[in-house]
T-cell receptor, first 111, second 119 residues
Framework: KQEVTQIPAALSVPEGENLVLNCSFTDSAIYNLQWFRQDPGKGLTSLLLIQSSQREQTSGRLNASLDKSSGRSTLYIAASQPGDSATYLC??????????FGTGTRLTVIP | DTAVSQTPKYLVTQMGNDKSIKCEQN?????MYWYKQDSKKFLKIMFS???????INETVPNRFSPKSPDKAHLNLHINSLELGDSAVYFC??????????????????FGAGTRLSVL
């Protein structure tokens, strides 16, 4: 069964710093991997989706990489801002209708 | 316009009651989902419906019954609520493409969540 792990569970960085969030999954037979952002009391916002055939995706200051064979993904955030403070979740899809989520990394960017 | 909307946003009720959470999406998607996020913030899929047909039913007590009157709506009805049902419930939708690598483009869009508290 697919298990998704994210480390660290929480991270605090000063504003302007670059940072990396890690995600690992146990079954490499995935269709895609998504990174989400969750703000307190709010729903999830999809940030990036990497298809299994891709190695990375970029959106603005965000860059996500995927190494399917080793079961790893990273989310790189450049020049962090206080508005980036949120919980970041990664999720892998092993079929057309499911997502397996990690437990998230709670990011705090200190002004 | 809200793409995936859930109501209510907050629900406080007593043990043993029956309650429903509604979800609607205006994205024209074929597939809708219900997820449960527990106190440790772990999100787990409960149900998936494609064109009103149940696709996934994870290990969920049969007190939980999803109902999809049409492909734009997936409501969650919970009977005989228990303390352990307290959680945030998220609805989501996606357009699932058939065949080949296009499955990789299955982006799910989430509602804002319903925080259920069972007292």
């Amino acid at each position: 069964k697919q298990e998704v792990t994210q480390i660290p569970a929480a991270l605090s960085v000063p504003e302007g710093e670059n940072l990396v969030l890690n995600c690992s999954f146990t079954d490499s037979a995935i269709y895609n991997l998504q990174w989400f952002r969750q703000d307190p009391g709010k729903g999830l916002t999809s940030l990036l989706l990497i298809q299994s055939s891709q190695r990375e995706q970029t959106s603005g200051r965000l860059n996500a990489s995927l190494d399917k064979s080793s079961g790893r993904s990273t989310l790189y955030i450049a020049a962090s801002q206080p508005g980036d403070s949120a919980t970041y979740l990664c999720a892998v899809s092993t079929g057309a209708n499911n997502l397996f989520f990690g437990t998230g990394t709670r990011l705090t960017v200190i002004p | 316009d809200t793409a995936v909307s859930q109501t209510p946003k907050y629900l406080v009720t007593q043990m043993g009651n029956d309650k429903s959470i509604k979800c609607e999406q205006n994205l024209g998607h074929d597939t809708m989902y219900w997820y449960k996020q527990d106190s440790k913030k772990f999100l787990k899929i409960m149900f998936s419906y494609n064109n009103k047909e149940l696709i996934i039913n994870e290990t969920v007590p049969n007190r939980f019954s999803p109902k999809s009157p049409d492909k734009a709506h997936l409501n969650l009805h919970i009977n005989s609520l228990e303390l352990g049902d307290s959680a945030v419930y998220f609805c989501a939708s996606s357009q699932v493409y058939r065949g080949g690598s296009v499955f990789g483009k299955n982006i799910q869009y989430f509602g804002a969540g319903t925080r259920l508290s069972v007292l």
